[in-house]
C-alpha cells in the first residue's frame, strides 16, 4: 500500500510538472503568434509611407494587413487564460478566470487588473505557472 502511494505521489509530480512545461510552452507560443502577426501590419506601414500610392489604397493595405492580428487575438487570449494560474496580491488565490474577465480586464504584459474569486477584490494579478509555491 505504502509502495503504491509513493508511485501515486510520483506520477502526481510528475503530471504536474508536464502542465507546466505544457503552460510555458503555449506562453511562448502566444508571442511567437502575436510578433507573427504585427509582422504584416509592420511591414504594410513601411511599404505604405516608402512608395507613393493613393490614399484609399495605402489604408486598404493597412487595414488587410490587420487581418491576421484581429483573427490570431481571440486565440491568443485563449491561451493567455488558460495556460498557468493568476495569483491574487490580497489573498495569494491562484486561479483560472473566465475568458471574459480576461478580455474585458486592463493589463500590462500578461499582469491584470481583475477580481478575485476567493476574496473578492480587485488587484493586479500577476501570471504564475504553479497552482501551489
Ligand atoms: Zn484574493
Redesign the pocket.
Known amino acids: 500500500m505504502e509502495n503504491y502511494n509513493k508511485e501515486l505521489e510520483k506520477n502526481l509530480l510528475e503530471l504536474v510538472k508536464e502542465k507546466e512545461e505544457s503552460d510555458r510552452n503555449l506562453l511562448r507560443l502566444e508571442i511567437v503568434l502575436g510578433v507573427c502577426c504585427l509582422l504584416p501590419l509592420i511591414a504594410a506601414v513601411i511599404v505604405v509611407s516608402a512608395v507613393p500610392m493613393e490614399e484609399w489604397i495605402g489604408a486598404v493595405v493597412v487595414l488587410g494587413s490587420l487581418l491576421p492580428l484581429l483573427i490570431a487575438t481571440p486565440f491568443a487570449l485563449k491561451i493567455e487564460q488558460k495556460a498557468g494560474y493568476y495569483l ?6 491562484r486561479h483560472i478566470p473566465k475568458y471574459s474577465s480576461v478580455f474585458f480586464a486592463m493589463h500590462t504584459g500578461r499582469t491584470r487588473y481583475m477580481r ?6 480587485y ?1 493586479w494579478q500577476k501570471k504564475v505557472l504553479r497552482k501551489e509555491d
Do not use: D, L, Q
Open positions: 491574487c496580491r490580497h489573498c495569494g488565490h478575485c474569486p476567493a476574496c473578492g477584490k488587484s
